[in-house]
């Protein structure tokens, strides 16, 4: 007889400050912006690589030669970032992180973008 059970994976986050540092230190990183053109989306934060969402997993392995992936999408109560992050995760891929204030909260900031 099928049952059900609970299953969960927690997802780490880092803050505008930490991407900021992240940024500001060279270090060996990809920003994967999730939305791309989505809902009217003109803006990408600076540098960030565009993979909409339900692509990432078929194009995961331009991801695997970076030290961490940080994803991201439109503000911090969507929920693309979050479900590409723990598809990766359950694909054993581990260096995974989710930027949860997204392009609202960086533009909101004044920090640089670059159009779509």
Known sequence: MPY??????????????ELLDRINGKSDFILLDTIGNYDGNRF?????TTIPYPEV??????????DEIIIYCKHRTCVASKKVALGLQLLNIRNVKVYEGGIDEWIESGLPVEEE
Request: glycine share 4%; with cysteine; proline share 0%.
């Open 44 to 48: 990408k934060i600076s540098g960030a």
């Open 57 to 66: 997993i078929d194009r995961r392995q331009e991801l695997l030669s970076f």
């Open 4 to 17: 059900k059970i609970n299953f969960s994976l927690e997802l780490e986050c880092i803050d505008k400050n």
